[in-house]
């Protein structure tokens, strides 16, 4: 079992930039891929970023290309989500979860979910 715990969520002008971090307990985190999804209201939840293991691979979504970095602290059990440029239309709920299986990008193939952290990007 492990337990996802997300922070750093918040209000941030259009050009703005905010770090998301996601703490991680229970069994070992290094022997999960993780990743970020992120929902807003009336749509699907869509993956924006997940990272291997060992952090060596990271992919991205398109619409994030170029602004979002993934990150893992293997030590400190915590992946981290480096947002930058952020537009209005990155509005939404960021969610990390964990995959015991390979590095996915497809929500239903990850484990454990975290409760969520609430982005606004105002323009």
């Known amino acids: 079992q492990v337990q996802l715990v997300e922070s750093g969520g918040g209000l941030v002008q259009a050009g703005g930039s905010l770090r998301l971090s996601c703490a991680a307990s229970g069994r070992s985190f290094s022997s999960y891929a993780m990743g970020w999804f992120r929902q807003d209201a009336g749509k699907e939840r869509e993956f924006v970023s997940a990272?291997?293991?060992?952090?060596?691979?990271?992919f991205y979504a398109d619409p994030v290309k170029g602004r979002f970095t993934i990150s893992r602290d293997n030590a400190k059990n915590t992946v981290y989500l480096q947002m930058n440029s952020l537009k209005p239309e990155d509005t939404a709920v960021y969610y990390c979860?964990?995959?015991?299986?390979?590095?996915?990008?497809?929500?239903?193939?990850?484990?454990?979910w975290g409760q969520g952290t609430q982005v606004t990007v105002s323009s």
């Open positions: 979860a964990a995959d015991a299986g390979p590095v996915a990008t497809i929500p239903g193939r990850y484990d454990y």
């Open positions: 990272i291997s293991r060992s952090g060596g691979s990271t």
